[in-house]
């Protein structure tokens, strides 16, 4: 029969910070550090249907996808056409976190969801206190920002309209 040691350390991980550590936006952060970034996270959950921010709004937050699904909008035309829809783990509204510039879309929930909301202030104060950290989600950042761009560009190549 085993006998428990009751002063190791307990290996598993609380079920939020798992879901965190899988997300592309902490890759590469430690346990003692998603625990940092976890303390500074707010959940929000939003029903089908209801708008998170507007285009033109000021950016004050960048936002994770627990659970549930966003659409980025753009109004183009009195209805507003449906620009991308995020499901997930993926993480929208992170310019926010750079510059208070004008939302460039609309975000709305496309089904019921749960979110993580982390604020530019609390990034600003990351940045003084947990230089490294900061720095980790800046690259993941700045790696989905290049992505994004690529693929824009790549929609809009003439080899890509032709095919």
Do not use: W
């Not at 509204?93 to 510059?99: C, K, R």
């Amino acid at each position: 029969m085993a006998i428990k040691n009751p002063f190791k350390r307990q290996l598993t991980m609380a079920p939020r910070l798992q879901r965190l550590s899988g997300l592309s936006l902490f890759a590469g952060l430690t346990r003692g550090e998603l625990r940092i970034i976890d303390g500074m996270l707010h959940q929000r959950d939003y029903l089908d249907g209801e708008v998170v921010f507007d285009e033109g709004e000021e950016g004050q937050a960048l936002y994770i996808i627990l659970e549930g699904a966003i659409e980025i909008r753009r109004q183009l035309s009195e209805e507003g056409v449906v620009l991308s829809v995020l499901k997930g783990g993926a993480f929208f509204g992170d310019m926010a976190l750079l510059d208070a510039a004008p939302r460039s879309a609309q975000a709305r929930a496309a089904s019921s969801c749960s979110l993580a909301v982390f604020f530019r202030e609390d990034f600003l104060g990351l940045m003084d206190t947990h230089a490294r950290i900061a720095s980790k989600i800046s690259l993941q950042i700045a790696r989905q920002m290049g992505a994004r761009v690529r693929q824009s560009a790549g929609e809009r190549s003439p080899v890509r309209q032709q095919l």
